[in-house]
């Protein structure tokens, strides 16, 4: 049973990867599965929320109740997440979004000439959506309640109270290694302005509901 805490509420929430075009069919992105994402939109839906998911290229059923919104690369969930930001009070940027895309992609197939030569590829760095959302005038103001995700391979508080601290978000949760991607449980940590504390290793749903109650909490609390 989940109380339905955030009645009333809108939730925006990031998942999945991005993919970069190199060309046509070639591409740069990562492994992220999207699982948290989707877990924790479907428990913000759960608790009554109304959710948006914009999803990058992942493999998962759209959890019920919830609009999707799925797109490619990292300019187009920006576009999506500053277009529906507007609407929502809560960001929950879970998508392990492309740090680099190539420069330019090409706009046929980029072909082998038999010489043994290879292609170089430059990079350009693509916006940091949860930084720019933070830091809008809803953001700042906590109209926009923005939560931020962590993946560590070390020093996971000290690199989460960092990452908090850069990205100006109230609240920023760390995965608890090993790798968690594609892993159906995992452990967080979050990390807000008074500290750390964890939430124990549980299946990643679980954790979902958790976290969304304890997001729920800080917004009556910043209500009240
Ligand atoms: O800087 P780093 O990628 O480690 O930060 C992770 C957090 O920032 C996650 O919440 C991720 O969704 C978000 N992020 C983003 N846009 C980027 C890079 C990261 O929203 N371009």
């Known amino acids: 049973f989940q109380p339905k805490s955030l009645v009333g509420q809108h939730v925006l929430v990031s998942a999945g990867p991005t993919f970069e075009a190199i060309d046509p069919v070639r591409g740069i992105t990562n492994l992220s599965s999207g699982k948290m994402g989707f877990a924790i ?46 609407q929502a009070h809560v960001f929950i940027a ?17 072909k082998k000439d038999g010489s043994g030569q290879t292609p170089t590829l430059g990079f350009v760095e693509n916006p ?20 931020g995700f962590a993946a560590e391979s070390h020093d996971l508080l000290a690199h989460a109270t960092a990452k908090r601290a850069r990205k100006k978000v109230p609240l920023l949760v ?23 504390k ?5 299946s990643k749903l679980a954790l979902a509901r958790l976290l969304i109650a304890d997001i ?7 209500s009240a």
């Open 216 to 222: 729920a909490a800080r917004l009556a609390s910043q």
């Open 128 to 147: 940091d959506i949860l930084a720019t959302l933070a830091q809008s005038p809803r953001g700042v103001s906590g109209d926009l309640f923005c939560v």
């Open 94 to 110: 879970t998508a392990a979004v492309a740090d680099w895309r190539p420069d330019s992609a090409a706009t046929q197939k980029i």
């Open 198 to 202: 964890e939430i124990p290793r549980n």
């Open 41 to 86: 939109a479907r428990a913000a839906q759960e608790a009554g929320a109304e959710v948006t998911l914009v999803a990058g290229p992942v493999a998962l059923a759209t959890p019920r109740g919830v609009r999707r919104i799925d797109v490619v690369s990292a300019l187009e969930m920006m576009q999506a997440c500053v277009a529906e930001a507007d």
């Open 174 to 196: 760390g995965n608890i290694g090993p790798a968690t991607f594609g892993q159906d449980d995992n452990a967080l940590l979050l990390v807000d302005a008074q500290g750390a």
